[in-house]
Structures are given as C-alpha cells and as structure tokens.
C-alpha cells in the first residue's frame, strides 16, 4: 500500500520550533517509505487564521527541506463535506441539539474526560421533544458516545484504549455558531485525501479513540498513527507559540536548516552525535525504533 502522510498546520502564527518536529518525523516517516506527503491548512477559526500565516508556513517547509506532493482545500473551504458527513453520522448514531455552555459544563460536578473537560450530562441528551422546543438559541450538535472501548496500536506509545462514555463523553460536532469541530473535519478530510499515516504531537494523543470512532461511523478506512514526543524546556513544561525563541522566524536568522534538523534529531535519538544533517539524508537512515519515547528536552 503507498504510504500517505500529511503536514496539517493550523496557519494562525508562524510555524514553532514543535510543529517543525512533527512534520520533520511526518516527512520522514513517509519518504523513507516511499510514499507522499500531502498539506492542508486546518483554517477552522477563521478569526485568527489567514492566508499570509499559510504561506509563511509554506516557506518554512521548503526552507527545512521537507517538501510535499500536494495541497488540499483549506478547511474554511470544506463545509459542505462537513455537513454531508454530519448527515450521514444523524442516519447511523445519535446526534442531538445541546444548549450546554462552557460555563454551564463547568458548574456541574461531572467527572472529567481524558482531555480534561467535564464530561456532558446524560440529562441533556435525554431532553424531551417538547422540552428541546421549549429551548431559546441556536444549538451545537454533540455525538452521544456510546459505551464502547476503541482501542488502537500507536506506533510510538504502544496500545491505546479509551471507553467513549465514561473516559469521553458526548462530543461537539459543530458548534453553536456552526462552526465544524477539529474532530469531524480531520476525519474527513484525511479520508478524502487517502491518507494513511498520522504523524502529530502526543498532545493530540486523546482525541484520537473519538477520531477512531467517527471514522468507522463514516466507513472511512482508519489511519495509523504515531503520536511524537513534546519539546520541553528544562522543567519539562511543554515549549508553545507563548516561547517566542522557538519560532522559525527567529531560529531561521540563527540556523542553518541542517544545522536545525541535526540539532532535534541528536536530541530525539535519531543521530547519535549533534552534527549539520539534511532531511534528505535522515530518511536514507530513518527508522521509528531509534526515536526516544520521552519529552525532548531542548534546554
Ligand atoms: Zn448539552
């Protein structure tokens, strides 16, 4: 089967030091396969997101050397297959209109899913007809989960399982403002796509069981998926945007990119010694048994 990975950057900033991680292992994973890359700007929140962060996130690929194949529709692009999709889950599962706020989720004492959100009540699914009439305000539409553990081989952490109902709960599928969720679009746009590998940040490690799920739901084919170590400074808090030393921007006018790649993949354990490195030449050598399975520390 030819591999098909993916970069899916969310253009609203310049690209950080942790996202060119992922993608140099996405790259690498599915180059030394021989297989193709494709990039989607995943532009949901349109407030924030804009076409020049796209292209300087494009420039920064080239700039590191890690190519790809082609560009798929931005995601601001893709509603009508979003709506579609939606359509097709109301035929096979339980999608209800739910009037819950995030303050309102907050003030009940519901334990909290994997991801650390209350999980939704049961008595709000189970309103009535008449009593969903009776409510004022455009609802979000939340999937309920079922009590079904999916479970799953991460090529990095190993087996992963996840019960949707009690580690989970219902989910979000578009928002009160109709806006789609991360979730539901990742999953069908990766399907359209064909692709077949997941390299991203292990922060992204729990919603992957409701990613799992909405694609058996969809008859989409489900990915493989390597969830990849965070950057972190010397007190193990994760490296983000907020660390403005971290950015390509920056670290561009300082480094070579070879000099950058070789610096994450001494770190990582891909080399064994620090040394200038092109990710052309790290995918002659690549295998995903030399990665260390722990934070990289970049202090
Ligand atoms: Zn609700």
């Known amino acids: 089967m030819n591999v098909v990975g993916r970069f899916a950057p969310t253009p609203s900033g310049r690209m950080h030091l942790g996202n060119a991680f ?14 193709e890359i494709v990039l ?26 890690l190519v790809w ?15 579609e999709a939606l359509e097709h889950l109301r035929e096979k599962a339980n999608v209800f209109p739910c009037w819950c706020t995030r303050g309102s989720l907050n003030l009940i004492n519901a334990p909290h899913a994997s ?17 969903r009439a009776a409510m004022t305000g455009t609802p979000a539409w939340r999937l309920e989960a ?17 019960n949707l109902k009690e580690e989970c709960g219902d989910f979000v599928l578009r928002r009160a403002d109709g806006v789609f969720v991360y979730q539901l679009a990742v999953v069908v746009d990766d399907g359209e796509a064909g692709v077949n590998q997941v390299v991203r940040g292990c922060d992204l490690l729990s919603s ?29 808090r994760k490296l983000s945007k907020r660390d403005a030393d971290m950015d390509l921007g920056l670290l ?9 790649i070789g610096d994450l993949a001494s770190r990582c354990g891909l080399i064994d010694k620090r040394e200038a490195v092109s990710a052309s030449e790290l995918a002659q050598e690549f295998r995903w048994e030399k990665l260390e399975k722990r934070d990289i520390v970049m202090a």
């Open 115 to 131: 991801d650390g959100h209350p999980i939704h009540p049961a008595a709000c699914r189970l309103r009535s007809p008449a009593e």
């Open 208 to 236: 992957t069981p409701r990613q799992i799920y909405l694609c058996r739901l969809l008859g989409l084919p489900v990915p493989a998926y390597w969830h990849v170590p965070m950057l972190t400074d010397g007190e193990g």
């Open 69 to 83: 194949d082609r560009e798929t529709p931005p995601q601001r692009l893709r509603t009508a297959a979003y709506e």
């Open 40 to 65: 989607r700007m995943e532009d949901l929140d349109t407030l924030r997101c804009t076409e020049a962060h796209a292209e300087s996130i494009r420039e920064d690929l080239r700039w590191l050397g």
């Open 146 to 162: 079922p009590d079904l553990t999916v479970s799953f081989t991460d090529g990095v952490y190993g087996e992963v399982s996840e």
């Open 22 to 35: 992922a993608y140099l292992l996405a790259w690498l994973s599915a180059r030394s396969a021989g297989g």
């Open 252 to 260: 561009r006018q300082r480094y070579r990119p070879e000099e950058l």
